[in-house]
C-alpha cells in the first residue's frame, strides 16, 4: 500500500555487514511492527513500537534491532548480517482502537538475500 | 501453544469455480480471526475480521465462516477470477496484542 513505504526495494549483502531496513508511513498510525516471511511459514513478528518512546520484542528478535526516529518512521537493522536473515521483510502500521480489532496496513516487503 | 493450521497448503482452480479453504487455530483464549490476502510481490491485505459472536462475513465474492467451537474458520470464494491469484492468510488474535498467523494457502486460478 502507498500508504506504508518501506527501502529498499531488495537488497543483497554480505555476511557480517550492517545494514538496515526503513520503513515510513503517511497513515498517521501510532503503531508500527517489523515481520519477516520464510517460504512455508507463517510470518512471524520481530519488533513492535506502539509509539515513538516504545519499542518491544517479538518473537524472534535475536539479531535485530529497531529505532522509532518518528511517529511516522520505524527502521530495522541488522548489526551483522548472517545467511539465515534471508526473508522477505514486512513493516506494518495499525492504529489504537478499543478491543483488539485493529486492522494492520503492510508495506510492499524487502527482500533481502544474505549471502 | 498457540497454534494456525491452514489447509490445503495449495490450491489450483478454474476461472469461475468456487473454492473453500479452512483454517484450524487451538489460539487461548481468543479475540478475533482475520482473513488476509497476499498478492505475490505485495504487503497482505486484510479481507474479513471476525469475532466470537460472529459466524459469517462477506466481502464481496469472499465469505468468511467462524465456529468458534470447534475453533474451525473458512474463506468462500465464489466465482473465482483470475485476480484472486494469491495467499491467503489466516490469523487469530489472542489477548493483549498477540498474533497467530498461518502459513497461508496459495490459491492459483487458471484460465
Known amino acids: 500500500d502507498a500508504d506504508v513505504t518501506q527501502t529498499p526495494r531488495n537488497r543483497i549483502t554480505k555476511t557480517g555487514k550492517r545494514i538496515m531496513l526503513e520503513c515510513s508511513q503517511t497513515k498517521g498510525h501510532d503503531r508500527m511492527y517489523w515481520y519477516r516471511q520464510d517460504p512455508g511459514l507463517g510470518l512471524r513478528l520481530i519488533y513492535y513500537?506502539?509509539?515513538?518512546?516504545?519499542?518491544n520484542k517479538g518473537e524472534i528478535s535475536d539479531g535485530y534491532s529497531v529505532s522509532r526516529q518518528a511517529q511516522a518512521k520505524f527502521s530495522l537493522s541488522l548489526e551483522s548480517a548472517i545467511p539465515n536473515q534471508t526473508a522477505l521483510y514486512f513493516c506494518?502500521?495499525?492504529?489504537?482502537?478499543?478491543?483488539?480489532?485493529?486492522?494492520?496496513?503492510f508495506g510492499p516487503g524487502t527482500r533481502l538475500l544474505v549471502l | 501453544k498457540n497454534q494456525v493450521e491452514q489447509s490445503p497448503q495449495s490450491l489450483i482452480i478454474l476461472e469461475g469455480k468456487n473454492c473453500t479453504l479452512q483454517c484450524n487455530y487451538t489460539v487461548s483464549p481468543f479475540s478475533n480471526l482475520r482473513w488476509y490476502k497476499q498478492d505475490t510481490g505485495r504487503g497482505p491485505v486484510s479481507l474479513t475480521i471476525m469475532t466470537f459472536s460472529e459466524n459469517t462475513k462477506s466481502n464481496g465474492r469472499y465469505t468468511a465462516t467462524l465456529d468458534a467451537d470447534t475453533k474451525q474458520s473458512s474463506l468462500h470464494i465464489t466465482a473465482s477470477q483470475l485476480s484472486d491469484s494469491a495467499s491467503y492468510i489466516c490469523v487469530v488474535r489472542s489477548s493483549g496484542y498477540a498474533l497467530n498467523f498461518g502459513k497461508g494457502t496459495s490459491l492459483l486460478v487458471t484460465p
Open positions: 513500537s506502539f509509539d515513538v518512546k516504545d519499542i
Open positions: 506494518a502500521t495499525s492504529d489504537r482502537l478499543a478491543g483488539g480489532d485493529e486492522t494492520q496496513y
